[in-house]
């Protein structure tokens, strides 16, 4: 059971005379809250987080609200989201209604959740840009990009539709002379091989994605990277399917660029996403198209340096982008967004990733033993290295399958001739035998 309980807003607010003070607000909590170790509430909370206790799904659980109400297995296409984003939500939409703009204090929480960001990824806060989408992103990329004459542009069928369709009007528009899109082969992979065949010394950019969103398969990062970079390409990844199940650090991956929106496995809202560059790449990017927070000379760089926001006349007269990563950061940010996205990193920063990555191959293991029960035709690559927490299998009439499951409060994803299944960290075994008895 939950229940709204009125506490102290940490955010401080306007009284009648305009002066700021605390003020109260509803959060959403458990009637009965589990108790929660003295060592989390001290000051050694930094410290102890280096080290990171096991995760307590009991707990967890409690903290999702969805998993009261049903079997939720798609994590792949909107990830429910914790009390802690909805409280934060919950928190600047009340300041938002009360006061109205508060600049002030908006803008260092979009820079905390750069912060954030990079930190979850092994990237610095200057190599991180906030926009509201991954399809955003790449396009400000793509935009950047210094193409080879000539050249070529290497990418998988695996790929999500934008990470495809916007290569190709690249090359409608001339900037590539070729697009090689690689084709899966029966087991539903690229092989290695076919991108080393695909990529060399006249390919621009080569893009992939972490995860294939069709079929759950994982891709080699750093083996595709390695090969792109032997040939001097640029190598872009969308990690959307990927940050959030696994630990991703992608300097270690060795990418130039990376792209990942917060409303899937992180658990976020919709209209936050976040850009990284490498630091070392960044010098070779030239934006086409900038906006008034892309520039040097921008409100956040004001802000840095304890400048009044407005005191002085934006340079009108040429167009510096940012030295950093918040060159491609075009107009204002959806702020309310970018509030969930903050608190849905600050709460997957509590929790060990290599161990929720663990506890979602346990609970896919069990549904594809399930699976193979039943007969059913498992159309996810199930080799160890290519696994990740979607498993899709085949089905007649997986509208029909999708509407039953529904109705029986299980929630899946029905896609061509199939059934996509994306459990989370916090879904249970038992909510995969539920699934299960159901087919």
Same mark, same amino acid.
Request: charged fraction near 25%; glycine fraction near 6%; hydrophobic fraction near 35%.
């Given at each position: 059971?939950?229940?709204?309980?009125?506490?102290?807003?940490?955010?401080?607010?306007?009284?009648?005379?305009?002066?700021?003070?605390?003020?109260? &607000?509803?959060?959403?909590?458990?009637?009965?809250?589990?108790?929660?170790?003295?060592?989390?509430?001290?000051?050694?909370?930094?410290?102890?987080?280096?080290?990171?206790?096991?995760?307590?799904?009991?707990?967890?659980?409690?903290?999702?609200?969805?998993?009261?109400?049903?079997?939720?297995?798609?994590?792949?296409?909107?990830?429910? +989201?914790?009390?802690?984003?909805? @409280?934060?939500?919950?928190?600047?939409?009340?300041?938002?209604?009360?006061?109205?703009? @508060?600049?002030?204090?908006?803008?260092?929480?979009?820079?905390?959740?750069?912060?954030?960001?990079?930190?979850?990824?092994?990237? =610095?806060?200057? $190599?991180?840009?906030?926009?509201?989408?991954?399809?955003?992103?790449?396009?400000?990329?793509?935009?950047?990009?210094?193409?080879?004459?000539?050249?070529?542009?290497?990418?998988?069928?695996?790929?999500?539709?934008?990470?495809?369709?916007?290569?190709?009007?690249? &090359?409608?528009?001339?900037?590539?002379?070729?697009?090689?899109?690689?084709?899966?082969?029966?087991?539903?992979?690229?092989?290695?091989?076919?991108?080393?065949?695909?990529?060399?010394? $006249?390919?621009?950019?080569?893009?992939?994605?972490?995860?294939?969103?069709?079929?759950?398969?994982?891709?080699?990062?750093?083996?595709?990277?390695?090969?792109?970079?032997?040939?001097?390409?640029?190598?872009?990844?969308?990690?959307?399917?990927?940050? =959030?199940?696994?630990?991703?650090?992608?300097?270690?991956?060795?990418?130039?660029?990376?792209?990942?929106?917060?409303?899937?496995?992180?658990?976020? +809202?919709?209209?936050?996403?976040?850009?990284?560059?490498?630091?070392?790449?960044?010098?070779?990017?030239?934006?086409?198209?900038?906006?008034?927070?892309?520039? $040097?000379?921008?409100?956040?760089?004001?802000?840095?340096?304890?400048?009044?926001?407005?005191?002085?006349?934006? @340079?009108?007269?040429?167009?510096? +982008?940012?030295?950093?990563?918040?060159?491609?950061?075009?107009?204002?940010?959806?702020?309310?967004?970018?509030?969930?996205? &903050?608190?849905?990193?600050?709460?997957?920063?509590?929790?060990?990733?290599?161990?929720?990555?663990?506890?979602?191959?346990?609970?896919?293991?069990?549904?594809?033993?399930?699976?193979?029960?039943?007969?059913?035709?498992?159309?996810?690559?199930?080799?160890?290295?290519?696994?990740?927490?979607?498993?899709?299998?085949?089905?007649?009439? +997986?509208?029909?399958?999708?509407?039953?499951?529904?109705?029986?409060?299980?929630?899946?994803?029905?896609?061509?001739?199939?059934?996509?299944?994306?459990?989370?960290?916090?879904?249970?075994?038992?909510?995969?035998?539920?699934?299960?008895?159901?087919?």
């Amino acid at each position: 059971m939950w229940s709204l309980t009125p506490t102290r807003s940490i955010v401080p607010r306007r009284t009648s005379s305009g002066a700021r003070t605390a003020s109260q &607000k509803l959060v959403l909590k458990p009637s009965t809250p589990p108790s929660i170790p003295f060592i989390l509430q001290t000051r050694k909370t930094r410290e102890y987080r280096e080290a990171l206790p096991s995760l307590n799904i009991d707990l967890v659980r409690k903290e999702i609200p969805v998993t009261s109400r049903r079997a939720y297995f798609d994590n792949a296409g909107t990830g429910p +989201p914790s009390i802690n984003v909805l @409280n934060a939500i919950h928190e600047y939409l009340t300041d938002w209604r009360d006061y109205g703009e @508060n600049w002030e204090e908006w803008l260092p929480i979009i820079i905390e959740s750069r912060r954030l960001f990079g930190k979850i990824i092994g990237a =610095g806060l200057d $190599e991180i840009a906030s926009v509201p989408n991954v399809s955003s992103a790449l396009t400000a990329l793509a935009s950047s990009i210094k193409y080879k004459p000539n050249g070529n542009i290497v990418i998988s069928e695996l790929n999500f539709p934008t990470n495809i369709y916007l290569w190709h009007l690249q &090359k409608k528009h001339g900037r590539a002379n070729e697009v090689r899109l690689l084709r899966k082969d029966t087991n539903g992979v690229v092989p290695l091989d076919e991108w080393e065949k695909a990529i060399d010394d $006249e390919t621009s950019i080569v893009s992939v994605d972490y995860v294939s969103w069709a079929n759950g398969c994982r891709e080699k990062i750093r083996e595709i990277t390695k090969i792109g970079h032997e040939h001097n390409a640029f190598v872009v990844a969308d990690s959307f399917h990927g940050l =959030g199940v696994f630990p991703i650090n992608a300097k270690q991956d060795g990418v130039d660029a990376l792209a990942c929106g917060m409303y899937k496995w992180m658990q976020g +809202p919709h209209g936050a996403a976040y850009l990284y560059t490498h630091s070392e790449k960044l010098d070779e990017l030239d934006p086409n198209y900038i906006g008034w927070h892309g520039v $040097e000379d921008s409100v956040v760089r004001r802000l840095s340096k304890q400048e009044d926001l407005f005191g002085k006349p934006f @340079n009108i007269d040429d167009a510096e +982008p940012a030295l950093d990563a918040t060159r491609f950061e075009g107009g204002s940010w959806g702020v309310v967004s970018i509030v969930g996205a &903050k608190a849905a990193l600050e709460y997957a920063l509590k929790q060990d990733q290599q161990e929720r990555y663990h506890r979602i191959l346990k609970v896919t293991d069990h549904l594809i033993d399930g699976l193979k029960k039943k007969g059913r035709k498992i159309l996810t690559p199930l080799q160890s290295e290519r696994r990740s927490g979607i498993v899709v299998f085949e089905d007649e009439d +997986p509208q029909a399958t999708f509407n039953k499951l529904k109705s029986l409060n299980i929630t899946v994803a029905s896609r061509v001739k199939a059934i996509r299944v994306s459990p989370h960290y916090y879904n249970t075994e038992e909510e995969i035998d539920k699934l299960l008895a159901a087919l």
